[in-house]
């Protein structure tokens, strides 16, 4: 064996050649990695401690190709780790508690037996096949063929129908509910199980739960995915999640949940090429944390590895990620998934090795056992040829991946598995729609209620003024589903008001009415659902639009081919034409864009007729048409009570003066203008950060005209992310928060504005001023002023923040002692009284400061918190509990290796937000 360096000066990469001769024939093994200068350039220190080593820094080229060659080369021909040893040896891990995903270890090591013995009577040709995220069948032994991409499950059954889909996770973060999570995820699985027993979809899900932590910055295209910015928050709320997802039988798994993206995938434009820059410490006590929680506390049975390299290696071909630190020191006993394409991004976006050959047979030595794509399943046969893995690590890689087909049930009599009960009409049952509506109301929050605005008296309103560009839409989020019951704000206030449907401007593909030429509809990941399989001679009906005013129209498009053309024409196929618009490619079927036409003045209500045309094939795919601009609408009115309508402006582009005019006129006599705002997949989405925290597009103008015109304006944001609504926040009277609620928001949000829930949820991540008060995107230091734990400038709004209709009152604080030794515990009790009126949710919350650290520590750190419900003049005793063992006690040394606890006091705070300590304590803590 011989290793070449074939640096060429002048490139922060280095190419380096194992060379491994065996049985008279050479194979080359190719690996770029970072060069030691360009490391240091990135922020690296060339003296590197074992702790940054262990967070994935390259120890040196040799050292990195001692760990992932070596298990990759030829079973017994060499062993690299012993040919060319690390400077310097990490200290030992004792070997994790085994986690089976919650199965009993009886059925775990049965299933575990049974996978193996299937992998030995394959081929390797054979087995070859079962790498991707659908394996084939194997007629030869009786194997049937099985997906290990079911779809997702995010906050909701990705299908396209009868589903429910819930909040966002960033919204289900601010319920700060637990049990509520179990409940959500219990009911996702049951729609999981009911679409597996009516049309035989896999039960191995790609998510949930997101826990990569990009929520550290409200930039992240996919901030909406996660739950919080706190590590103990996400992990508490994942863990609940994957209890529901997997379910808590001993002999089979529910479905299989998947925690993603493993790690550092905290942007998304430069994703696929990009890599994270993570000093140790925030790596062990940050970044890492969502996925140990995940996986020992939530016993998840499939990670996915994520695109980017963390410290210059790819996490998809990483041993220390995927084997060292999942397997070896948490225990994760389940398999490894790549995010789709991640193998092909090894060779090509990150140029970690010069072939497809060399980056599968990494991917698979690292531990991935299953690929979203094609390039194991492509090349995998000429990597074992050319000696860069062994047949007997794809075997371990498969019987990984078997083991969870087998405890789902997929090769036994569906009756000996219990969740083959699970009725299939509790698709979109009354009792699911119901669990959302509580899961939309407990995520809300209220920001501001400047003398008593809210809750709205129903019976003293006669004209209310609905405005804003997300007033119309029920936004769901990115990997929603297409759920068929789906109640935007406007549509709940009129519904509320007692008034029959009335015409729109706008309509969602999910009530076009007609269709021919057989497309049908799927989830989009902008939420709501978008015609596909649109080909040549196809059309579609939408009713209702109304014209009056309109001088444009507007279809919402994506196209991953040649396109094709989009005729409207009015009240039938053969109607007049109104518009033509050219589709063309807008980069995936997945990315949006609108396509718009000027029209001639039209009146009254009309069906629209859509005909599509083009070449073979799928042409393209329509989410909504819309006609603007669009007057006040007088949606209708119930007796002596009316609603008036008016976007104002859309969620991106300029101010239109006649637009904004037209809601000023809709709320001069309103009683009450009620104005939704928000950014959404037109502003940050998968692939797409934003560069700015403010509302897009025109909505600040159009709030503040509306409020010069009339001072009762009420804001709803109704986001994917949170926006900087400082303006907001100073003048106007009254704002409530609602991160995507789901199919139930404009019920959830009605609730809340007219009284009939109390809010109760609290903000789980920092709401920040200006982007100014951020550190670089691309930063991962976590002490440079990143979330509450470290930002020291006065935020919008704080972690934990949130009002109620009533109050609540924190005293007689008591400790259960006064030091808090190794192997023990601390309990805080105090008394919480509902000192209102209302009926109420309190989210009471502890944190902890170190402070005699000898190092830098958090200013407070989150340790436990609960939902509590009081009754109006209810007092109750409330205890929360803190082990010597919380990570919130701990840091990482880097000299250690390991977490360690420092003797001395510990400041305990409790408190109604990070920034509202209502009781404090102190607890001595010994090492």
């Not at 190719?30 to 003296?47: F, H, I, K």
């Not at 299953?370 to 995998?380: A, F, K, T, W």
């Not at 047949?391 to 890689?397: F, G, H, K, P």
């Not at 935007?488 to 401007?505: H, M, N, Q, T, V």
Request: with cysteine.
């Amino acid at each position: 064996m011989q290793v070449r360096d074939d640096t060429a000066g002048g490139s922060g990469l280095s190419s380096m050649t194992v060379e491994i001769s065996s049985a008279g024939e050479l194979h080359c093994f190719t690996l770029n990695v970072l060069r030691s200068d360009e490391l240091t350039r990135q922020g690296a220190d060339s003296t590197m401690t074992k702790g940054e080593r262990s967070c994935g820094w390259p120890l040196t080229r040799r050292a990195f190709l001692a760990k992932a060659a070596g298990g990759a080369a030829a079973a017994g021909l060499l062993n690299i780790t012993t040919a060319i040893p690390s400077q310097e040896a990490t200290s030992p891990v004792e070997p994790a508690a085994l986690d089976t995903g919650g199965i009993a270890l009886e059925y775990f090591n049965q299933a575990r037996k049974r996978a193996a013995a299937i992998i030995a009577k394959l081929t390797l040709e054979e087995k070859i096949t079962q790498f991707g995220s659908s394996g084939a069948a194997v007629p030869r032994i009786g194997l049937a063929a099985f997906k290990f991409y079911g779809g997702e499950a995010l906050h909701g059954c990705g299908k396209s129908g009868a589903v429910t889909s819930f909040p966002v996770p960033l919204a289900l973060g601010c319920s700060w509910n637990r049990a509520l999570m179990q409940q959500v995820f219990n009911v996702v699985s049951d729609e999981i199980w009911a679409w597996h027993k009516k049309s035989g979809d896999s039960l191995a899900m790609f998510s949930p739960a997101t826990v990569n932590m990009g929520t550290r910055d409200p930039r992240w295209g996919r901030i909406a995915e996660n739950y919080s910015e706190d590590p103990y928050l996400v992990g508490q709320m994942a863990i609940y999640t994957i209890h529901g997802m997997q379910g808590r039988d001993s002999k089979y798994l529910k479905t299989i949940a998947c925690a993603k993206h493993y790690c550092g995938n905290d942007t998304e434009a430069d994703r696929h090429e990009t890599s994270a820059t993570i000093d140790p410490r925030s790596f062990w006590e940050y970044y890492s944390r969502g996925f140990e929680a995940c996986v020992k506390e939530g016993q998840v049975f499939t990670v996915m590895s994520s695109y980017n390299a963390v410290n210059g290696i790819p996490t998809t071909v990483s041993p220390f990620m995927l084997t060292e630190l999942l397997r070896d020191r948490w225990g994760f006993r389940g398999y490894v998934v790549t995010d789709c394409d991640a193998v092909n991004d090894v060779a090509r976006g990150h140029g970690f090795v010069t072939t497809f050959a060399e980056a599968a047979g990494l991917a698979v030595s690292a531990g991935c056992s299953i690929e979203c794509g094609s390039v194991m399943q492509r090349y995998l046969s000429e990597a074992v040829k050319n000696l860069y893995i062994s047949e007997s690590t794809l075997d371990e890689a498969l019987t990984r991946a078997f083991t969870g087909r087998i405890l789902l049930g997929d090769l036994d009599p569906p009756d000996l598995n219990p969740y083959n009960k699970i009725p299939v009409d509790c698709l979109d049952s009354s009792a699911h729609r119901e669990l959302a509506r509580e899961a939309a109301r407990q995520s809300a929050v209220l920001f501001k209620n400047e003398n008593n605005t809210l809750p709205l008296d129903k019976g003293s309103l006669k004209t209310v003024a609905v405005l804003g560009p997300m007033a119309h839409l029920c936004q769901l989020g990115n990997y929603s589903g297409g759920p068929r019951f789906m109640v935007s704000p406007l549509k709940a206030i009129r519904d509320y008001f007692g008034i029959p449907p009335a015409p729109a401007y706008y309509r969602n593909a999910n009530e076009f009415s007609e269709f021919g030429g057989n497309p049908d509809r799927e989830g989009s990941h902008e939420g709501g659902e978008n015609l596909q399989h649109i080909r040549d001679g196809a059309w579609a009906a939408c009713p209702g639009l109304l014209f009056t005013g309109a001088t444009k129209f507007t279809a919402r498009v994506a196209c991953d081919s040649a396109g094709g053309t989009i005729e409207a024409h009015l009240d039938s196929l053969d109607g007049e034409l109104i518009a033509k618009l050219s589709v063309t490619n807008t980069g995936s079927g997945q990315t949006w864009d609108d396509l718009s036409a000027p029209i001639k003045p039209v009146t009254g209500e009309h069906t629209v007729y859509l005909r599509f045309s083009g070449g073979s094939g799928d042409l393209f795919k329509v989410t909504s048409i819309s006609l603007s601009p669009a007057p006040p609408i007088e949606v209708g009115a119930s007796g002596s009570q009316k609603v008036v309508y008016s976007m104002g402006c859309g969620v991106v582009g300029d101010a239109d003066p006649a637009a904004i005019d037209s809601a000023v006129k809709a709320v001069r006599d309103a009683d009450v203008a009620l104005v939704f705002v928000g950014v959404n997949e037109q502003v940050d989405k998968e692939s797409h950060d934003r560069n700015f925290i403010h509302l897009s597009g025109a909505q600040h103008d159009l709030v503040q005209a509306v409020f010069a015109a009339n001072p009762r304006t009420i804001l709803v944001v109704s986001s994917n992310a949170p926006v900087a609504i400082n303006w907001e926040q100073e003048n106007l009277p009254a704002i409530v928060g609602g991160l995507f609620l789901g199919e139930q928001q404009g019920n959830a949000l009605v609730d809340v504005l007219f009284g009939h829930y109390n809010p109760g949820g609290k903000t789980s991540v920092t709401w920040y001023r200006d982007i100014e008060d951020l550190p670089d995107f691309h930063d991962y230091n976590l002490r440079l002023g990143r979330t509450y734990l470290y930002f020291r400038k006065k935020p919008l709004y704080p972690f934990g923040y949130g009002l109620s209709y009533t109050t609540f009152e924190y005293k007689n604080l008591r400790l259960s002692g006064k030091t808090l030794a190794r192997g023990g515990k601390m309990t805080a009790t105090f008394d919480l009284s509902n000192t209102g009126r209302r009926d109420g949710d309190e989210i009471v919350q502890l944190y902890v400061h170190c402070a005699e650290s000898k190092v830098e520590r958090p200013i407070l750190q989150l340790a436990h918190f609960e939902r509590v419900h009081l009754k109006a003049g209810e007092t109750r005793t409330i205890s929360l509990e803190v082990a010597h063992t919380h990570q919130a006690l701990q840091y990482w040394d880097e000299n250690k290796y390991d977490f360690v606890i420092e003797p001395g006091d510990v400041d305990l705070m409790i408190g109604a937000s990070s920034a509202d300590i209502r009781l404090r304590g102190t607890v001595q803590l010994t090492a």
